[in-house]
């Protein structure tokens, strides 16, 4: 059974910096994708970043250069949040499944309950 628990997610003023953690249980598939989504209120659900098989990365555009995600050997993954602007307010949601796809056309097959994260101005 697959299991993926966020954490870290908090308050932070902008121009402030934080890092998610996911702890991923039951993902013993090879080849694998693990990434981040998130959900700002009244907002659409938005791919965040992906990382494939620990090694392969990318981003949505208004994250890029400001957020990085690694993966280390136990699937656990993590986001690394700079630059924090009040536009990246949402929950964040771990995800994961066998194969990436395009953060737009990611329809992944297991979803962590989330972590708040707001940036204040």
């Known amino acids: 059974q697959v299991r993926l628990v966020e954490s870290g997610g908090g308050s932070v003023q902008a121009g402030g910096s934080l890092r998610l953690s996911c702890a991923a249980s039951g993902v013993h598939w090879k080849p694998s994708c693990m990434g981040w989504f998130r959900q700002a209120p009244g907002k659409e659900r938005e791919g965040v970043a992906q990382i494939a098989d620990a090694r392969e990365t990318s981003y949505a555009d208004a994250v890029k250069g400001r957020f990085v995600i690694s993966e280390d050997n136990a699937k656990n993954t993590y986001l690394e949040m700079n630059s924090l602007k009040p536009e990246d307010t949402a929950m964040y949601y771990c995800?994961?499944?066998?194969?990436?796809?395009?953060?737009?056309?990611?329809?992944?097959?297991?979803w962590g309950r989330g972590t708040q994260v707001t940036v204040s101005s």
């Open positions: 995800v994961s499944s066998p194969l990436c796809a395009s953060l737009g056309n990611w329809h992944p097959n297991y």
